[in-house]
C-alpha cells in the first residue's frame, strides 16, 4: 500500500520483570526501565530492575524483536558520581539498545567510555529548542532527544528540521505542567527531588485524613488536596493540588489529568516526531498491557493514515487518571 | 579572601520606570560587586524595560559594578534562541546564561551560568567551565556537601543564593493568567500587580509557595546568614541576592558586615526581619532538610 508510513515508535515503560513482558506481548517496540537505585527518575519501593533481571529482560525483548532502553536520568551526586557511572558500564555490559541520561558529565562519560552505546537525552535534561538539542548532539553524540512537555504540535514541527536527532514525544500518562528537570518543588517541600533522588512528593511523605471538611490529602504536613464525598481521592503530588490564591481556590498548576495524544497521532508523525513515549514505570502489568496493546493500534491505524480506532480511545479515556485527559502543552490553550 | 556580593535579577514584573530607579538606586548606594540585569521569567516582559537597559548598564558599570545580562530560562522558539544568539556576540557586559542553549552560544568566551542551569556535580562543572562557564549560581536545592564538593573542584567562581524567594519551577503555562482566568497570550501582564510575587495558600491556609508568571517560587526567602563562615572556609566565591521589593541596599550591607565579622548573624536576622516582614527565613535546603525548614542552629558538617 502506497499511503502506509513507517509507524511511530512505541516506546513503553516497565518496573518489573512482568511489565516488560507484558509490554513487550502487547506489541511494544521498546521498553523502557530503571535499575533499582537513585539513579533513575521512578525510583520506588518495590520498582525496577537488579542487573541481572535486566539482562533476563534484555534477553526476552530481543528474542522477540523489541529492543530496552535503560533510563539513568537523575542528577549524579556532587563527591560520589559512582553508583550513576556504574549504571552506564552496567548498562553497555548487558547491551542495552540505549541509555537515557540528563546530566551533561554522565553524557561525557557515557560518550567516552563506551562510544558505542546508543544515547539518548531524558526529558530530565528539559532540551526544549534547536540549539540547546544540538549542544548535546555534538558534544556527547546523543541520537535522540525526549522533548519536554512544554512544546506545542507546530512548534515541534518547527524544531525537527533544525536539528539532527530524533525526536520522542511523551503520549500518555502522568504529565508535569512544569519543565521537566527543572523543578524542585518536591524537595523544598520534603527534602527530596526528581533531579537528586529520583522522586516526586514521595509516599513515605503523604497521608490521608478524614476530617469535617472531607477527605484530606496531605504532603509532608501540607494541605494538598480535599475531596468531597464524590469525588476519587488523588495521590498528593505537590502540582496536582488544589490551592488558594486571593479569594479562589483550584487547580492553580495542572488539574488532576492524564496526557494522552490518542487523537492527534497523526499530526506527530507530520510534525517529524520518531516516537511515542508512554509515561508508567510505576504501573502494574494489566495496565501496561491494556495501554500498550491500545496504542499498538492506533499508532499502526495513524501509519496507514486511519482515524484512531474508537474503541481504543475509549478503552484509554477510561484508563486515565480522573477519566479526565488533556492533550496538555501540545495545544495552545494548555498555556 | 573575603566573598563577593552578587545581586540577581530582578525577576518580578515590576514598572519599568521602578525598574529603572531601583538599579540606578543599586548603582549609586549599594556594596555590591556584580549586578544582574534582564528578563529571566517571560520574553514578554522585556520590551517595556528594554528602552532603559543602556542608561542601567552604564550607570552600574560607571559604578564599578560587573554587569551580568541574564538570559531567559526557557526557550521554546527561534525567536527566542536568535535573540539569546545576538545577545552572545555582545562584549560590552557578562552574559549569564540560564539555559544549555544559551551556554552553547557563550561558549569559548567567558560568561556566567545562572542557578536555572543544572549544575550539580564535578564532572558537569568541569564540562561547562571548560568552555567558559567562570561563574556558576548553584541551583538552590543543593546540600552544602554538594556545594562543599563543588566549590573543591576548583573550576569555577561557584556562587550560592543566599538570600531572596528560591526558583523552583519554570513551566510553558502561565499561572498568573491562570490564577485570573486568563489565557497566556491574553494575560494583561497581571504579573505586574504582585511585585514580589503572589503568595499560594494551601486549602489549610498555609502560606506555602508563590507564582510570578511562568515560574514558581517558594514562600519563604532563603537566607544564609549563620552559614556565611562556612561558605567562605569551603571556598566559595560568591553569594546571590535576589531582589525583591524590600531596602536590598540594607540587606546588601547587612551581608556585608556579617562577613567581615561586624555584625553578628542572629542581629542581623532581625534586622533583615525587620526589612521583609512578609518574607519568612528559612535554610532547609543547604542543611539537607526541606528547603522550606529552617534550621536554627547551623552545622557546617550536615548535608
Known amino acids: 500500500m502506497t499511503d502506509t508510513r513507517q509507524p511511530l515508535e512505541l516506546v513503553c515503560p516497565a518496573g518489573t520483570p512482568a511489565a516488560l513482558k507484558a509490554a513487550v506481548e502487547a506489541g511494544a517496540d521498546v521498553v523502557y526501565i530503571g535499575f533499582r537505585d537513585e539513579t533513575n527518575a521512578r525510583n520506588f519501593p518495590g520498582l525496577n530492575f537488579s542487573r541481572d533481571e535486566a539482562r533476563e529482560a534484555i534477553a526476552f525483548a530481543h528474542e522477540r524483536g523489541a529492543e530496552v532502553y535503560i533510563a539513568i536520568n537523575t542528577y549524579p551526586r556532587a563527591g560520589d558520581g559512582r553508583p550513576w557511572r556504574d549504571a552506564v558500564d552496567d548498562a553497555a555490559r548487558i547491551r542495552a539498545d540505549a541509555v537515557i541520561l540528563a546530566d551533561i558529565g554522565l553524557l561525557d562519560y557515557a560518550a567516552r567510555t563506551h562510544p558505542d552505546l546508543r544515547r539518548h537525552l531524558s526529558v530530565q535534561a528539559s532540551a526544549s529548542h534547536a540549539q540547546s538539542i544540538n549542544f548535546y548532539a555534538r558534544n556527547f553524540g546523543v541520537r535522540r532527544v525526549v522533548l519536554p512537555r512544554v512544546l506545542t504540535v507546530p512548534e515541534i514541527a518547527a524544531l525537527t528540521p533544525t536539528i539532527d536527532v530524533e525526536t520522542e514525544v511523551f503520549a500518555f500518562g502522568g504529565m508535569c505542567p512544569m519543565a521537566e528537570g527543572r523543578c524542585s518543588l518536591s524537595s523544598y517541600v520534603t527534602g527530596q527531588s526528581p533531579n537528586m533522588n529520583g522522586v516526586c512528593s514521595p509516599a513515605a511523605f503523604v497521608r490521608y485524613e478524614e476530617r469535617r471538611e472531607g477527605l484530606v490529602s496531605l504532603l509532608n504536613g501540607s494541605v494538598i488536596n480535599v475531596f468531597e464525598k464524590h469525588e476519587a481521592a488523588g495521590y498528593p503530588t505537590l502540582c496536582k493540588g488544589r490551592f488558594r490564591v486571593g479569594d479562589s481556590a483550584g487547580y492553580l498548576f495542572e488539574e488532576p489529568t492524564s496526557l494522552s495524544v490518542a487523537e492527534i497521532v497523526k499530526d506527530l508523525m507530520t510534525a517529524g516526531v520518531t516516537a511515542l513515549k508512554i509515561e508508567g514505570r510505576q504501573r502494574g502489568k494489566a495496565y501496561i498491557a491494556e495501554v500498550v496493546s491500545a496504542f499498538r493500534k492506533v499508532v499502526d491505524a495513524a501509519a496507514r493514515d486511519l482515524p484512531p480506532p474508537a474503541g481504543e480511545v475509549a478503552k484509554l479515556r477510561r484508563l486515565t487518571e480522573g477519566q479526565s485527559e488533556t492533550t496538555g502543552a501540545y495545544k495552545k490553550s494548555w498555556r | 579572601m573575603s566573598m563577593k556580593i552578587t545581586l540577581g535579577p530582578v525577576?518580578?514584573?515590576?514598572?519599568?520606570?521602578?525598574?529603572?530607579?531601583?538599579?540606578?538606586?543599586?548603582?549609586?548606594?549599594?556594596?555590591?560587586?556584580?549586578?544582574?540585569?534582564?528578563?529571566?521569567?517571560?520574553?514578554?516582559?522585556?520590551?517595556?524595560?528594554?528602552?532603559?537597559?543602556?542608561?542601567?548598564?552604564?550607570?552600574?558599570?560607571?559604578?564599578?559594578?560587573?554587569?551580568?545580562?541574564?538570559?531567559?530560562?526557557?526557550?521554546?522558539?527561534?525567536?527566542?534562541?536568535?535573540?539569546?544568539?545576538?545577545?552572545?556576540?555582545?562584549?560590552?557586559?557578562?552574559?549569564?546564561?540560564?539555559?544549555?542553549?544559551?551556554?552553547?552560544?557563550?561558549?569559548?568566551?567567558?560568561?556566567?551560568?545562572?542557578?536555572?542551569?543544572?549544575?550539580?556535580?564535578?564532572?558537569?562543572?568541569?564540562?561547562?567551565?571548560a568552555r567558559g562557564a567562570a561563574r556558576v549560581c548553584l541551583p538552590p536545592e543543593l546540600p552544602a556537601a554538594a556545594v562543599a564538593a563543588l566549590a573543591a573542584a576548583r573550576a569555577a567562581e561557584i556562587e550560592v543564593l543566599a538570600f531572596g524567594r528560591l526558583p523552583l519551577a519554570i513551566s510553558a503555562r502561565c499561572f498568573h493568567a491562570r490564577a485570573e482566568h486568563l489565557h497566556k497570550d491574553g494575560c494583561q501582564f497581571v504579573c505586574n500587580k504582585d511585585a514580589d510575587g503572589r503568595v499560594v495558600r494551601t486549602l489549610g491556609n498555609e502560606a506555602f509557595l508563590a507564582i510570578n508568571g511562568t515560574q514558581t517560587l517558594s514562600h519563604s526567602a532563603i537566607l544564609l546568614l549563620s552559614e556565611l563562615d562556612d561558605l567562605a572556609a569551603k571556598g566559595i566565591a560568591r553569594i546571590r541576592l535576589s531582589p525583591h521589593t524590600c531596602d536590598m541596599a540594607t540587606v546588601a550591607d547587612v551581608f556585608r558586615a556579617v562577613m567581615d565579622h561586624r555584625l553578628g548573624a542572629a542581629e542581623a536576622t532581625r534586622r533583615l526581619r525587620a526589612i521583609a516582614p512578609d518574607l519568612p527565613f528559612s535554610n532547609g535546603f543547604y542543611h539537607g532538610r526541606a528547603g522550606r525548614q529552617q534550621v536554627a542552629r547551623a552545622n557546617s558538617t550536615s548535608s
Do not use: M
Not at chain 2, 551560568?113 to 564540562?127: D, H, I, K, M, S
Open chain 2, 11 to 129: 525577576l518580578f514584573n515590576w514598572p519599568p520606570e521602578i525598574w529603572r530607579d531601583f538599579y540606578f538606586r543599586i548603582a549609586d548606594e549599594t556594596d555590591v560587586d556584580s549586578v544582574c540585569v534582564g528578563e529571566v521569567v517571560c520574553a514578554k516582559r522585556a520590551p517595556f524595560f528594554e528602552p532603559f537597559l543602556p542608561d542601567v548598564i552604564a550607570r552600574l558599570q560607571a559604578a564599578g559594578k560587573e554587569v551580568a545580562l541574564s538570559t531567559l530560562a526557557l526557550i521554546s522558539n527561534a525567536r527566542e534562541e536568535a535573540a539569546i544568539a545576538e545577545l552572545a556576540k555582545t562584549d560590552d557586559f557578562l552574559i549569564e546564561a540560564n539555559d544549555i542553549g544559551a551556554t552553547d552560544a557563550l561558549a569559548g568566551r567567558r560568561h556566567a551560568l545562572g542557578p536555572l542551569v543544572n549544575v550539580y556535580n564535578e564532572a558537569t562543572l568541569g564540562f561547562l567551565a
